[in-house]
T-cell receptor, first 113, second 114 residues
Framework: DVKVTQSSRYLVKRTGEKVFLECVQD?????MFWYRQDPGLGLRLIYF???????EKGDIPEGYSVSREKKERFSLILESASTNQTSMYLC????????????FGAGTRLSVL | GQQVMQIPQYQHVQEGEDFTTYCNSS?????IQWYKQRPGGHPVFLIQ?????EVKKQKRLTFQFGEAKKNSSLHITATQTTDVGTYFC??????????????FGQGTILTVHP
C-alpha cells in the first residue's frame, strides 16, 4: 500500500512564525503536491513537484514556498504565517505513469493565531 | 484558470434513497477522476474516466463521462450510511497535464440519515 505521511496532524502557530509542513511518501513517486482544503472551496493546489529540486506553482502559491531535496520528501513552508493561512493542508503523490491517481496523506490542520 | 464546477454542494438523503452529484467544465476534459473523502479522512481515488460517453460501475456506484467530455456524474443507488462523505471530481489542471496536476471541484457533501 502507498503511504503518504504528514509530520503533524494538528499544528498551532502564531502570526509571523515560519512554519514547516513535512510530507514523506514511500512508493518512489515522481510527483508530489500540496493542497489546502477550505469549506466550500474544495482542494486548491498550492505547489507541485515532478522531480527532485523541481517545483511548479499551483493555483494559490502566494505566501508559500516548497522544498524537494529528496524524492520521497516534499516540504511546504509558510515564511511568515498569517491568520488567513489557517486551513487543512493535504499532501499527495502520484506515479508519473499513473499521474491522475493521487494518494493523499492524512492532512495537517493548521491554526494560525 | 481552468475550473471544474460541482453541484450540489450538500445533499441529505434517507438511507435507501439514490444520490447523484454532477461535475461540469467549460472546456473539454481529456479525463476525469472521482475521489471520496470520509469525514475526518483524506481523499481516496475512486475511478478515472477517459472515453467520451464512458460508463463505469463499482457496486452501487455508477460513473458517467459526457459525450462532449465536458461533464460527468456519480450516481449512488440505494445509499447506505457507509456512503457518507465528500465526493470530489477532478479534471486535468491547466498547464500541468504532463505531471498529473489536477483541478478539483468544490465537492458534494453527502449525509445519509438512517
Amino acid at each position: 500500500d502507498v503511504k503518504v505521511t504528514q509530520s503533524s496532524r494538528y499544528l498551532v502557530k502564531r502570526t509571523g512564525e515560519k512554519v514547516f509542513l513535512e510530507c514523506v511518501q514511500d512508493m518512489d513517486h515522481e510527483n508530489m503536491f500540496w493542497y489546502r482544503q477550505d469549506p466550500g472551496l474544495g482542494l486548491r493546489l498550492i505547489y507541485f513537484s515532478y522531480d527532485v529540486k523541481m517545483k511548479e506553482k499551483g493555483d494559490i502559491p502566494e505566501g508559500y514556498s516548497v522544498s524537494r531535496e529528496k524524492k520521497e520528501r516534499f516540504s511546504l513552508i509558510l515564511e511568515s504565517a498569517s491568520t488567513n493561512q489557517t486551513s487543512m493542508y493535504l499532501c499527495a503523490s502520484s506515479l508519473f505513469e499513473l499521474k491522475n491517481i493521487q494518494y493523499f496523506g492524512a492532512g495537517t490542520r493548521l491554526s494560525v493565531l | 484558470g481552468q475550473q471544474v464546477m460541482q453541484i450540489p454542494q450538500y445533499q441529505h438523503v434517507q438511507e435507501g434513497e439514490d444520490f447523484t452529484t454532477y461535475c461540469n467544465s467549460s472546456t473539454t476534459l481529456s479525463n476525469i477522476q472521482w475521489y471520496k473523502q470520509r469525514p475526518g479522512g483524506h481523499p481516496v481515488f475512486l475511478i478515472q474516466l477517459v472515453k467520451s460517453g464512458e460508463v463505469k460501475k463499482q457496486k452501487r456506484l455508477t460513473f458517467q463521462f459526457g459525450e462532449a467530455k465536458k461533464n460527468s456524474s456519480l450516481h449512488i443507488t440505494a445509499t447506505q450510511t457507509t456512503d457518507v462523505g465528500t465526493y470530489f471530481c477532478a479534471g486535468p489542471g491547466a498547464g500541468g497535464t504532463s505531471y498529473g496536476k489536477l483541478t478539483f471541484g468544490q465537492g458534494t457533501i453527502l449525509t445519509v440519515h438512517p
